[in-house]
């Protein structure tokens, strides 16, 4: 099945400044890669994805990158800003939906 | 998320006791899902039903069943819960169409001692 390496585990950012968070996927069939954030006490909510036919999207001050021959797709937060601490989970699909371990990131003031 | 329910919110029980997470959705989805979250391992998916028929194990289902009593209801039940069972549990649903984006509940934190 589809296995998800996710990198760093843990990440602290000065605020303002930008956050990187790597994936890579095994399974050459994935086609869908999407980015959760989870807040303290709640579930986790979708905040962007991507497709395989596309290399980047971007929505306001996030961003994914996907290298598909490389098998590894990347989230982008710049301009970070305190409300942006959280921890997220990268995934990947088909087969079924498979979450990286996730990433807690902390933004200081 | 509101639209996700999830009783109870915390449990605290013994080792043997049999447990019920119950998940509740007014999305009007057929699929739901249960997942774990442990520190360091994600989610790792336990069952998954994509309408009241069908259920499905996921990649922990050992020592976990689930009942799929409507399309808007969803249960976990931990028959003998066991201490590594402690963990934080997550009810989801998705439409199936499109993306296949899933809604996540607010979660279940149970302990078994």
């Known amino acids: 099945g589809e296995n998800v390496e996710q990198h760093p585990s843990t990440l602290s950012v000065q605020e303002g400044d930008s956050a990187v968070i790597k994936c890579t996927y095994s399974?050459?069939?994935?086609?869908?890669f999407p980015w959760y954030k989870q807040e303290l006490g709640k579930g986790p909510q979708l905040i962007i994805d991507i497709r395989s036919n596309v290399g980047e999207k971007k929505d306001q001050r996030i961003a994914v990158t996907l290298n598909k021959t490389a098998k590894h797709f990347s989230l982008h937060i710049t301009e970070t800003q305190p409300e942006d601490s959280a921890v997220y989970f990268c995934a990947a699909t088909p087969p079924k939906l498979s979450f990286g371990a996730g990433t807690t990131v902390t933004v200081r003031a | 998320d509101a639209d996700v329910t999830q009783t109870p919110r915390n449990r605290i029980t013994k080792t043997g006791k049999r447990i019920m997470l119950e998940c509740s959705q007014t999305?009007?989805?057929?699929?739901m899902y249960w997942y774990r979250q442990d520190p360091g391992l994600g989610l790792r998916l336990i069952y998954y039903s994509f309408d009241v028929k069908d259920i499905n194990k996921g990649e922990i289902s050992d020592g976990y069943s689930v009942s799929r009593q409507a399309q808007a209801k969803f249960s976990l039940s931990l028959e003998s819960a066991i201490p590594n069972q402690t963990a934080l549990y997550f009810c989801a649903t998705s439409d199936g169409t499109g993306n296949n984006e899933q809604f996540f509940g607010p979660g279940t934190r149970l302990t078994v001692l």
């Open positions: 999305k009007g989805h057929d699929r």
């Open positions: 399974d050459s069939a994935s086609n869908y």
